[in-house]
């Protein structure tokens, strides 16, 4: 039975985590603002943590399974 939400899980956190830090590369790689209003390292910096805590969620989802 906890197969599926940690699967579920699994995917949600791996693609979240994978689409943000493809997007704030991006970004970073055009110089444009990661966040609008914000000190550009500092919303680069906490975009890329964030995707990485992400990443490492979802594997530990799938090591669940």
């Given at each position: 039975?906890?197969?599926?939400?940690?699967?579920?899980?699994?995917?949600?956190?791996?693609?979240?985590?994978?689409?943000?830090l493809v997007?704030?590369?991006?970004?970073v790689r055009?110089?444009?603002?990661?966040?609008?209003?914000?000190?550009?390292?500092?919303?680069?910096?906490?975009?890329?943590?964030v995707s990485?805590?992400?990443?490492?969620?979802?594997?530990?989802?799938?090591?669940?399974?």
């Amino acid at each position: 039975m906890e197969r599926g939400p940690a699967l579920f899980a699994g995917i949600v956190f791996t693609l979240f985590g994978g689409g943000l830090l493809v997007w704030t590369a991006v970004r970073v790689r055009q110089r444009q603002p990661v966040a609008h209003g914000v000190n550009p390292v500092a919303s680069a910096t906490l975009a890329g943590v964030v995707s990485v805590i992400a990443l490492i969620l979802g594997t530990w989802c799938f090591t669940r399974l």
